[in-house]
């Protein structure tokens, strides 16, 4: 079954850039969307963004400014940036993939493999 | 964007007792809703998508159902390891947005 695992360090100073690493096993990356989410502490779900195997990306315009997904067929992962952060930015982020389901002729997605998730915590 | 509420925010409920979840969106989604489980410290799970259809593994127990605006969640007779918090999410628009969450507990 497929698993998902974020990667990346837990520790960022204001201002520099957070980088995260989603490595997805026991399955191939190709043919699916893959999303990151974050959670601050004691709050609700934001969706970040999501990109395509092939490289298309969508971006919550929120964060839009600031956010880079990319992924890398090769080594079956896929990445997040999230440039000049804040304290605001501390959270738990979640990668995870989506699920599109044909129903009565139309699309439905959602995401249904999700990895543990990784604290990030932004402070000098 | 399209915002989601949540009713109620938090609800005490007792095992075996019938729970009803309901969320609203700012405008019609169609039937473009998907419920998610969130346990303490754990990733959201998937239960529910379409409004209305349940996700591989997930208990008949959980049945979801509404279109349009208005979309409910409901826990046939509750569990001990279905004490969690709920979110809804609307698929409709590709800039997914979730609910604010319905935290269930013991009462």
């Known amino acids: 079954q497929v698993q998902l695992q974020e990667s990346g360090p837990g520790l960022v100073k204001p201002s520099e850039t957070l980088s995260l690493t989603c490595t997805v096993s026991g399955g191939s990356i190709s043919s699916y969307y893959w999303s990151w989410i974050r959670q601050p502490p004691g709050k609700g779900l934001e969706w970040i963004g999501y990109?395509?195997?092939?490289?298309?990306?969508n971006y919550n315009p929120s964060l839009k400014s600031r956010v880079t997904i990319s992924v890398d067929t090769s080594k079956n992962q896929f990445s997040l940036k999230l440039s000049s952060v804040t304290a605001a930015d501390t959270a738990v982020y979640y990668c995870a993939r989506i699920k599109l389901a044909a129903l009565g002729g139309y699309y439905y997605y959602g995401m249904d493999v999700w990895g543990q998730g990784t604290t990030v915590t932004v402070s000098s | 964007d399209i915002q989601m509420t949540q009713s109620p925010s938090s609800l005490s409920a007792s095992v075996g007792d019938r729970v009803t979840i309901t969320c609203r969106a700012s405008q019609s989604i169609s039937s473009y809703l998907n419920w998610y489980q969130q346990k303490p410290g754990k990733a959201p799970k998937l239960l529910i998508y379409?409004?209305?259809s349940l996700q591989s593994g997930v208990p008949s127990r959980f049945s979801g159902s509404g279109s349009g605006t208005d979309f409910t969640l409901t826990i046939s007779s509750l569990q001990p390891e279905d004490f969690a918090t709920y979110y809804c999410?609307?698929?409709?628009?590709?800039?997914?947005?979730f609910g604010p969450g319905t935290k269930v507990d013991i009462k």
């Open positions: 379409a409004a209305s």
């Open positions: 999410q609307q698929s409709y628009s590709t800039r997914a947005t």
């Open positions: 990109i395509y195997y092939s490289g298309s990306t």
